[in-house]
């Protein structure tokens, strides 16, 4: 049998110093003990802390908000199959004002209908960024017009660090928590 989660929360007895540490710090980051994908993370606890704050900007300080941030992690989510992400990002982006329907197209890995003028911006860049691993000069001028160059970059950069944490996560197998189910893969 093959255990589900390769890396499982630290018991503070078995943490190196570094990693207690870590927890700690943490903990004045994020408000909270490690969690999601920084349990794994938590193997590198100097990783771990330069991510977290990345993390609360992508959370918090994006250009285009939260709401249409959930739409590029979800899909990303959804991309790499990564059940953490999803259970945590659902609920966020419910949470956000993202209608159900597109949270559910998401799951489906297909393009959500009835989106707004800007949901529809993201997702397209997103999907076309997914795809090619570039914006056309098309969608470069969109996303800029109305999200300014900040956009384009944070825009890339908030697919890239989910990417990241969904890359460790799958590796790690790590458990997803409560809430709801991503579908099961394509």
């Known amino acids: 049998m093959t255990q589900l989660d390769r890396m499982p929360p630290l018991a503070a007895a078995e943490q190196t110093p570094e ?18 994908p920084f349990v794994p ?3 590198s606890p100097d990783l771990m ?3 977290a704050p990345v993390g609360d900007f992508m959370r918090k300080e994006l250009v285009f908000g939260v709401r249409l941030a959930e739409i590029a992690i979800l899909f990303t989510a959804r991309r790499y199959d990564q059940p953490v992400e999803w259970a945590i ?10 209608p159900a329907a597109v949270i559910t197209a998401l799951a489906e890995d297909r393009r959500p209908p009835g ?4 949901e529809a911006l993201i997702w397209d860049c997103v999907a076309e960024i997914d795809r090619s691993r570039r914006l056309c000069d098309t969608s470069y001028a969109a996303l800029s017009a109305r999200f300014g160059e900040r956009g384009v970059v944070e825009l890339a950069a908030l697919m890239g660090y989910y990417q990241l944490l969904a ?3 799958n590796c790690a197998r790590t458990a997803a928590p409560e809430g709801p189910e991503l579908p099961r893969p394509r």
């Open 19 to 36: 990693q207690r540490r870590a927890s700690e710090v943490f903990k004045t980051i994020r408000d909270q003990p490690v969690f999601g």
């Open 41 to 43: 993370l938590h193997r």
């Open 49 to 51: 802390l330069r991510l």
């Open 89 to 98: 990002h659902a609920e966020i982006a419910a949470r956000a004002g993202l």
């Open 115 to 118: 989106m707004t003028e800007d």
């Open 167 to 169: 890359t460790v996560m």
